[in-house]
């Protein structure tokens, strides 16, 4: 099970944080990918840590401004919003793949644990 948390509105330039709390997961053996969805478009990968191989991925809109980190005592993955803008408006979810490396980028098909997702609104 995947409870996301840490969504709300904030303005343009602004920062959230997303956190990601896995319970009843063998958690070494998963990746944790955060995804989201925007009204009227496609669910798209944002970003990825795997505790299989330490790998990260970051899609191009979001480098340089958010960043995935881990508690493994929490056995919780966060992801850092920076600099929002408009466009990152979206449902944002994580969801968990076994035995998945990041290096491929994000393939939500491989991805069978899913989160209820959490609202993040950037507006002035």
């Known amino acids: 099970q995947l409870v996301e948390s840490g969504g709300g509105l904030v303005q343009p330039g602004g920062s959230l944080r997303l956190s990601c709390a896995a319970s009843?997961?063998?958690?070494?053996?998963?990746?944790i990918g955060w995804f989201r969805q925007a009204p009227g478009k496609e669910r798209e990968g944002v970003s990825c840590?795997?505790?299989?191989?330490?790998?990260?991925y970051y899609r191009d809109s979001v480098k340089g401004r958010f960043t995935v980190s881990r508690d493994d005592a929490r056995h919780t993955v966060y992801l850092q919003l920076d600099s929002l803008k408009p466009e990152d408006t979206a449902v944002y979810y994580c969801?968990?793949?076994?035995?998945?490396?990041?290096?491929?980028?994000?393939?939500?098909?491989?991805?069978?644990?899913w989160g209820q997702g959490t609202q993040v609104t950037v507006s002035s």
């Open positions: 969801a968990a793949a076994r035995d998945y490396t990041c290096l491929s980028g994000l393939h939500p098909g491989l991805f069978g644990s």
């Open positions: 840590l795997s505790r299989v191989d330490g790998s990260t």
């Open positions: 009843g997961v063998t958690y070494n053996y998963y990746a």
